[in-house]
């Protein structure tokens, strides 16, 4: 299958700080990118959708201040959390689709906020 | 709205053993996908098996087989000939076209040797 790359795939940061996590597609050109957050021990969250060259597109009860999604080009798409605090600490995962074929998915950054 | 639901938060299955995992879901699209995903504890997902609403043959994959109720909406993970190595989360997924995936709770799978 196709490749997406995450990087940090670790990071700690002090409260307050913002933190950008950067999600690759290294063999396609991904039209879409999906951000989904995952709680320990739960499931996968959709937070947003975006489009290459497009604002995003946020869930429900996620914050776009917040979560700030930059998708400038067909492989790259970035999320920074803002100002993060110690309930942000989580699973981010980024997933990439080429038009309506098949997502794949990055292998996660965990944030852990102190 | 698109709705998965998987009712068992963890299984036990004794090696070499085989075992399902229960999926059902919800929609009123009438084109769908449906996958399952394995994520083990390094986080990554792994995608295992797809199947499509429209495909008249349940999907298999090796160890693994899609058992397709489309009239019930359930979606089952069968897992043959279980390893150790298939102890891990285990995520029902769908989406219906140009849309998102859309996750399940998921079931923790636990293989005792």
């Known amino acids: 299958g196709a490749v997406v790359s995450q990087h940090p795939s670790r990071v700690i940061c002090k409260s307050g700080t913002s933190v950008k996590i950067e999600c690759r597609s290294l063999?396609?050109?991904?039209?879409?990118m999906f951000w989904y957050r995952q709680f320990p021990k739960k499931s996968l969250m959709l937070m947003a959708t975006?489009?290459?060259?497009?604002?995003?597109?946020?869930e429900q009860g996620v914050e776009k201040d917040k979560f700030l999604i930059n998708h400038a080009s067909l492989t790259l798409s970035t999320l920074t959390v803002t100002s993060a605090h110690p309930e942000d600490s989580s699973f981010y995962i980024c997933?990439?689709?080429?038009?309506?074929?098949?997502?794949?998915f990055g292998p996660g950054t965990r944030l852990t906020v102190l | 709205a698109q709705k998965i639901t998987q009712t068992q938060p963890g299984m036990f299955v004794q090696e070499k053993e085989a075992v399902t995992l229960d999926c059902t879901y919800d929609?009123?699209?009438?084109?769908?996908?449906l996958f399952w995903y394995k994520q083990p504890s390094s986080g990554e997902m792994i995608f295992l098996i797809y199947?499509?609403?429209?495909?008249?043959q349940n999907a298999t994959e090796g160890r693994y087989s899609l058992n397709f109720q489309k009239a019930r909406k359930s979606a089952n993970l069968v897992i043959s000939a279980s390893q150790l190595g298939d102890s891990a989360m285990y995520f029902c997924a769908m989406r219906p076209p140009n849309t998102p995936l859309v996750f399940g709770k998921g079931t923790r799978l636990s293989v005792i040797a």
């Open positions: 975006s489009n290459e060259g497009s604002k995003a597109t946020y």
């Open positions: 997933s990439a689709r080429w038009e309506d074929d098949e997502q794949f």
């Open positions: 063999d396609f050109q991904a039209t879409t």
């Open positions: 929609t009123s699209d009438p084109s769908y996908g």
């Open positions: 199947q499509g609403s429209y495909d008249q």
